[in-house]
């Protein structure tokens, strides 16, 4: 269990004690790394503390020591999970910690009477030497508690992966990870104790770090990859190619490209590229958060630059799609440029429509006092019907309404309509003079034969502008349309 | 509707939010009126403007400053000449400031540049915000403004069907 904390500080509890005391003086040299210890101490297993138990036994006799600091220690370890033993051991501890009260002397006696080399004693030594342990162990007893259960394999490479896996546990909050994997203690620890682990821990560490970033921003958006793939070119490959892999991955999952290669981890991939142009008709481009590995499709030119061309061409492409879902009756318009325009139609009569509703409840709320609760209250309980394919059609019949305060109009308008936006009819007129950007209007609603002649000529010698003698004028003569118009509404 | 079941609405939801505020300054807009002169066209005008103003900046608000085009809506609503707090403009001013200045030096590039030339530009300029974006953003952007302006729409049809009688 927490065993394994211990063992991922660098300890292996059947390591030879030399090897351990050399450590054990680095350690005393490094006072964070002594907090690690301690903490790593409080997180020990019921068996472990036997054995510790007995190597305590085994030690020689005490002189003086700090006996706060060791019935603290107790305590931590008790608190951890032997406390039925605690007590009992007590006396033994004591023993071997005053032995330790002078730790600088003691570590290489420490080791050579342990039947059982114990990693624990000279983190004894450590505790009880240390005044303010018992905060640091208060800190790390829940970390270490927390993050290290169920291991049982010793450390070794094998663990260093386990270990990598653990930390991005996603029960560990991200907030941890870094901490653990840029702690300068842990790490020099490990290359001093660690060995041929060192390295491979570093970089799981790097890997760590990398992985916890990614996590939490699963739809990052790949704005910055450009600047990324430029900085990707000189950075040397050594310490990437572990953490590329891992951004890829994650990016890749994200930007749903399933196929991650393992040849693929340069940034410069134009000559990987060659060699797999040769082979595979793989897909092309993994876009991924930090590196944008491409891999060239058969025959085609292994340029980085228009490998990038490409990259940028796919993702524009799929934004494309996306937006054909939002725009209604797109599905038939094939081609960017079509689409384009299609697109622009659309946010146009957006922002007329807007415009246009605006003008309806400046004039509407005249009449009436708002109360907001009510209102919410409607928002809540209508289910919205409304589709946005209606949208297109209400645009037309909302132009016409506007135009349409004649009566021959109504029927048309009628048929157009699908919700209950025909009692607007009665206040159009007068909204439509002042609405600066109505000849957009007119020139979408030209289209559709509903729309009365004579309207747009009276529209179009009001001017659109903001005069307003002219405005008061034509009010005058469209409050006679209105009162026409009033006793018409057409409901669905 | 035979069956009345009230729909579980989504307090957090976008519709939500921008609902809030849009009905919030709307029954201000509304308070302030002078009941003389409510139906005289200039003061329709003026309500009017107001309104548009109350919702392109609900609008933004809601969208609070995750995308550049409610960004750059919010940075123009504030420097309107006929904004009055002007001393409030001035510190939110040079803050967006920055952030505009940010997104200038996003250019196009060359290919897509060469083939969607003019209708980008058009879409650039429908789009808040958009003239200082590449292609692939644009389109980005496009998509997240249509999808609010189409709840803008069919919120404000909501309140106007309620209202009208």
């Not at chain 1, 080791?111 to 990693?119: Q, S, T, V």
């Not at chain 1, 896996?165 to 990870?177: C, D, E, V």
């Not at chain 1, 289910?383 to 059609?393: A, C, L």
Request: net charge positive; aromatic share 6%.
């Amino acid at each position: 269990m927490e065993n394994q904390f211990f063992l991922d500080a660098g300890i292996p509890p059947q390591a030879p004690p030399l090897h351990f005391g050399s450590s054990l003086s680095d350690w005393q040299s490094l006072p964070s790394a002594m907090e690690m210890e301690i903490q790593s101490q409080d997180c020990f297993p019921t068996g472990y503390g036997l054995r510790y138990e007995s190597a305590m036994v085994s030690s020689p006799p005490a002189s003086n020591c700090n006996m706060s600091s060791e019935s603290l220690m107790m305590r931590k370890l008790g608190s951890i999970g032997n406390s039925g033993e605690i007590p009992h051991h007590s006396q033994p501890m004591l023993a071997a910690s005053s032995c330790y009260s002078t730790p600088m002397n003691s570590p290489p006696q420490l080791n050579l009477p342990l039947p059982r080399p114990m990693a624990l004693d000279s983190s004894v030594a450590d505790f009880s030497a240390d005044p303010g342990f018992a905060e640091r162990a208060a800190k790390f007893s829940c970390f270490g508690s927390r993050s290290f259960n169920g291991r049982t394999t010793q450390f070794g490479p094998k663990d260093s992966v386990e270990i990598a896996a653990y930390r991005s546990n996603p029960l560990a909050p991200n907030a941890k990870l870094p901490r653990v994997s840029s702690s300068p203690a842990i790490k020099q620890r490990v290359a001093q104790v660690g060995g041929t682990n060192n390295r491979s821990e570093l970089a799981i560490s790097q890997e760590e770090s990398t992985v916890s970033e990614q996590n939490p921003e699963p739809g990052f958006k790949g704005s910055n990859s450009r600047k990324r793939k430029a900085r990707t070119m000189e950075t040397s490959p050594s310490p990437s190619p572990n953490a590329s892999k891992v951004t890829e991955t994650n990016g890749a999952s994200n930007e749903k490209r399933c196929k991650l290669s393992e040849s693929n981890a340069n940034e410069n991939g134009s000559g990987k590229s060659e060699e797999d142009a040769k082979g595979s008709n793989t897909r092309a481009p993994e876009p991924s958060q930090d590196y944008v590995h491409v891999r060239a499709r058969r025959g085609q030119a292994t340029d980085s630059h228009s490998l990038a061309e490409r990259v940028r061409r796919e993702k524009i492409s799929e934004r494309m799609k996306l937006l054909q879902n939002l725009v209604p009756g797109c599905n038939k318009v094939t081609g960017k440029a079509l689409m384009l325009d299609e697109i622009i139609n659309y946010v146009q009569s957006l922002q007329r429509q807007v415009e246009f509703l605006s003008m309806k409840l400046a004039s509407v709320n005249t009449r009436l006092d708002f109360n907001v609760e009510s209102l919410m209250s409607k928002d809540t309980f209508q289910s919205n019907t409304q589709q946005q394919q209606q949208i297109f059609p209400i645009n037309s019949s909302a132009a016409s309404a506007f135009l349409g305060h004649q009566s021959q109009q109504n029927p048309p308008l009628h048929s157009n309509i699908a919700n209950g936006t025909m009692t607007q009819c009665s206040v159009d007129p007068s909204d439509t003079v002042i609405c600066p950007k109505l000849n957009q209007f007119l020139e979408t609603v030209s289209q559709y034969p509903t729309f009365c002649e004579g309207d747009l000529e009276t529209l179009v010698q009001m001017g659109f502008g903001q005069n307003q003698s002219q405005e008061m004028a034509l009010h005058s003569q469209n409050f006679q349309g209105l009162n026409q118009v009033s006793g018409m509404k057409v409901e669905l | 509707m035979n069956k009345y079941n009230p729909p579980r609405m989504n307090p957090s939801s976008l519709r939500s939010r921008f609902a809030t505020r849009f009905l919030r300054s709307l029954s201000k807009i509304n308070a302030k009126k002078p009941t003389a002169s409510s139906s005289s066209p200039t003061e329709i005008f003026r309500r009017y403007r107001r309104i548009k103003v109350a919702a392109d900046k609900s609008m933004a608000y809601s969208v609070r400053s995750r995308r550049t085009w409610s960004r750059a809506m919010l940075w123009k609503l504030r420097t309107r000449p006929c904004c009055r707090r002007s001393v409030k403009t001035s510190t939110i001013v040079r803050k967006t400031r920055h952030e505009k200045q940010n997104k200038n030096t996003t250019t196009t590039t060359g290919e897509d540049g060469v083939v969607f030339g003019v209708e980008a530009d058009e879409l650039r300029e429908l789009v808040p915000g958009g003239e200082a974006m590449d292609l692939y953003n644009l389109l980005d952007e496009t998509a997240h403004y249509i999808k609010c302006l189409t709840t803008q729409v069919q919120v404000m049809k909501k309140i106007a069907d309620f209202y009208s009688p």
